[in-house]
């Protein structure tokens, strides 16, 4: 079995200072770990992914997230936020056979920036 | 390549109406997905084909949803008839054999 939670519903934060999102996973195999952005009236949008290679992995839009193991916890962070960054982020859980086309999704945060 | 593209952008039907939800994947890709975005359920899979061949449709919510894809090209979510509760944005993705989705903008579906 698998899931994924993200932490936090909402996140407001100030333009200019950290953002982090948070995403814990349960999962028996070695997962593929992705964010996803969705702005306001539009798709999906993929920031980054990790694929058991490196550890910390670096996206798009200055974002990067960390694969923590021993934590299950695959946390997003940008070091200054911008007000172009609210919008929608989805921590998605992927395993690999013949399960591998059943995403699951996180419930979503909802990213709010104040100027 | 101009991505995943869905068509319409946006539905408005009364109940009990037919709805047609369209895709065109990346040309490429073997697999396919629908997905539905409510604020009540998040991002539900709704079913997969790969090479043209439906999967798993374990998600699709009752017998009035229907979902083809006649070729690697085309795919259909048909809703017959529509209600109130199928309000919703509906995803398509696809994906090469690498275990990455790309999505499509999304169809928002509103049934009145």
């Known amino acids: 079995a698998q899931s994924v939670t993200q932490l936090d519903s909402h996140v407001s934060v100030s333009e200019g200072t950290p953002v982090l999102l948070r995403c814990n996973y349960s999962?028996?195999?070695?997962?593929?770990l992705f964010w996803y952005v969705q702005h306001p009236n539009k798709g999906l949008q993929l920031l980054l992914k990790y694929t058991s290679a490196a550890t910390l992995v670096k996206g798009i839009n200055g974002f990067e997230a960390e694969f923590k193991k021993s934590e299950t916890s695959f946390h997003l962070t940008k070091p200054s936020a911008h007000m172009s960054d609210a919008a929608e982020y989805f921590c998605v859980v992927s395993l690999p056979g013949d399960s591998w086309g059943k995403l699951q999704f996180g419930a979503g945060t909802q990213v709010v920036v104040t100027p | 390549d101009a991505g995943v593209i869905q068509s319409p952008r946006h539905e408005v039907t009364e109940m009990g109406q037919e709805v047609t939800l369209r895709c065109k994947p990346i040309s490429g890709h073997d697999y396919l997905f629908w997905y539905r975005q409510t604020m009540m359920r998040g991002l539900e899979l709704l079913i997969y084909f790969n090479n043209n061949v439906p999967i798993d449709d374990s998600g699709m919510p009752e017998d009035r949803f229907s979902a083809k894809m006649p070729n690697a090209s085309f795919s259909t979510l048909k809703i017959q008839p529509s209600e109130p509760r199928d309000s919703a944005v509906y995803f398509c993705?696809?994906?090469?054999?690498?275990?990455?989705?790309?999505f499509g903008q999304g169809t928002r579906l509103t049934v009145v």
């Open positions: 999962s028996s195999y070695s997962p593929s």
């Open positions: 993705a696809s994906s090469p054999t690498v275990r990455r989705a790309f």
